[in-house]
Structure formats: C-alpha cells, structure tokens
C-alpha cells in the first residue's frame, strides 16, 4: 500500500469511527487474519465498497502477523497459525 493509500483508507476509517495505527507503525507483507469468502457482489451500501466488485467476507479469526511477501491473492494460511488464533 502505498502512503496515499494508506490515508484515504484512514480517513475513511475515522469517518467510521476507527482509528489505525500510524502509517511507519504498520506491518506490511504478511497476513494478519483468515476470513471465508461467502459472496463476490456488483454493488452495496457499504462505505467500504468501491470499484467495480467488492466480496462479502465472513468470519473473520485474527491471526498473529505472519511474514508472506509477494503471497498476494487467495490462499489458505497454514492450519497452526489459525488454530493458534482460535486458542
């Protein structure tokens, strides 16, 4: 994420009531949680939607940070990391 991004996306967040982390505080290039792809929509009322697809996500597990480089799309973490977070 770029630095730009970064503040559109806190802005939007402190419009929800959301604080995040400075942007030299976050960890980047890892996973930092699991959730179920339940649906892929067109349109929503969400204020996080925005482009031409956006996905409905289900039962999110945070997960501790985990280093994933260049891991970018789809995939299933490895089962340790998400029965450690269900601990």
């Given at each position: 994420?770029?630095?730009?991004?970064?503040?559109?996306g806190?802005?939007l967040?402190?419009?929800?009531?959301?604080?995040?982390?400075?942007?030299?505080?976050?960890?980047?290039?890892?996973?930092?949680?699991?959730?179920?792809?339940?649906?892929?929509?067109?349109?929503?009322?969400?204020?996080w939607?925005?482009?031409?697809?956006?996905?409905?996500?289900?039962?999110?597990?945070?997960?501790?940070?985990?280093?994933?480089?260049?891991?970018?799309?789809?995939?299933?973490?490895?089962?340790?990391?998400?029965?450690?977070?269900?601990?």
């Amino acid at each position: 994420m770029t630095r730009a991004e970064y503040e559109d996306g806190a802005k939007l967040a402190a419009c929800n009531g959301i604080t995040v982390p400075p942007f030299e505080h976050l960890e980047r290039g890892g996973i930092i949680g699991s959730v179920i792809l339940a649906e892929c929509v067109e349109e929503s009322p969400s204020p996080w939607f925005f482009g031409r697809y956006g996905f409905v996500l289900k039962d999110a597990v945070a997960l501790p940070f985990q280093p994933m480089r260049g891991k970018l799309g789809f995939f299933d973490p490895h089962p340790d990391l998400v029965r450690e977070a269900k601990a």
